[in-house]
């Protein structure tokens, strides 16, 4: 059955020959092997360009930032899996990162919508400080969160967040974006009625909307760091199980509620 009207399928990103294998218009072994480090072969695979040193700083930057965060739900799943089955390191993975959304790794993708939102607006014309409390607004009266803003264990301040933010204005990379999210937080603590930590998601989207990010691809960064956080847990797992450890912590940590009978 034809979902969606009939055309050729194509790709752009890679085609192997018999001795040979094309990455983005570039020759694998003669021009990438040796001569990219990873985090420039994803900037390359991801957007068909060679990204420039700010572009590969920052997202290098930004990886490590969001990579390992403690014994989060996800890592505590993708374990747990493990300990199930220890040959299925894939679906331990698979596990975890499933579970990655905006409550557990962060809500970069929707600050990236509302940034983009915003600087829409001021690039038409609007007042930014207007748009930034309007829209906080909006999100407050609709019931809503604000994304980017909020965190159970950094206050007053999240310290990656603050990093990145610093090193933007030191590199002088901070442009548009990263001047909304900064109003944004004066906003957000006016509606709210207090100050909200900014936390580290609303710099990662404004850093990399600042740089020419695909605003479509934001969440791949967190999602690609937290690979790597939860390879690294999967590792410790093999050598030290504590997965059905955290199994029995979460049993004992639940009582049955018994229903009456009519």
Known sequence: MQIGKARAATTEICAATADAVGVRGRDLCGDLMGRLSFTEYFYLLLTGRQPTEDQRYFLDLLLVAIAEHGMMPTVQAARMTLAADPNALQGALAAGILGCGPVLLGTSELCGALLAKARKRVAEGEDADRVVLELAREIRESGGKA??????????????AERILELADQRGVSGPHVDLARRMREAVAQVWGKPLVMNVSMPIAAVLLDLDFPPAMIKAIPLLARTGGILAHLAEEQQNPIGFVLAGHAEAAVSLRRQGRD
């Open 147 to 160: 994304p980017g803003f909020g965190h159970p264990v950094h206050r007053p301040l999240d310290p990656r």
